[in-house]
């Protein structure tokens, strides 16, 4: 088991930027593929990034342009750089990670605690 945290978010006027950071445990992560996934209030948890081993990486539509995942696998951590934040991406963020690169939430086995992200307008 791979125990992931999440750290890095807060308050940020739209157009700011925050970067968020996961950091795991244990000696595997460099074999896992690493994600984002965001919930705001009322919705579902929904993918928005993910990283595989070889660094290839995968965007939603909704942040493609704006947010950067990136990993180092000497810190056992992930990261999440997001650019011109909209009021649309306030939303508690989870990093997770898994064997294979999908949006499927449920191919995810590992999951943070969660960080929040408010965007204001």
């Known amino acids: 088991q791979v125990q992931l945290v999440e750290s890095g978010g807060g308050l940020v006027q739209a157009g700011g930027s925050l970067r968020l950071s996961c950091a795991a445990s244990g000696r595997t992560f460099s074999t896992y593929v690493m994600a984002w996934f965001r919930q705001a209030p009322g919705k579902e948890r929904e993918f928005v990034t993910a990283?595989?081993?070889?660094?290839?990486?995968y965007y939603a539509e909704s942040v493609k342009g704006r947010f950067t995942i990136s990993r180092d696998n000497a810190k056992a951590t992930a990261y999440l750089q997001m650019n011109s934040l909209k009021p649309e991406d306030t939303a508690v963020y989870y990093c997770?990670?898994?064997?294979?690169?999908?949006?499927?939430?449920?191919?995810?086995?590992?999951w943070g605690q969660g960080t929040q992200v408010t965007v204001s307008s």
């Open positions: 990283i595989s081993r070889s660094n290839s990486t």
């Open positions: 997770a990670s898994g064997l294979y690169l999908t949006v499927v939430r449920g191919s995810y086995t590992n």
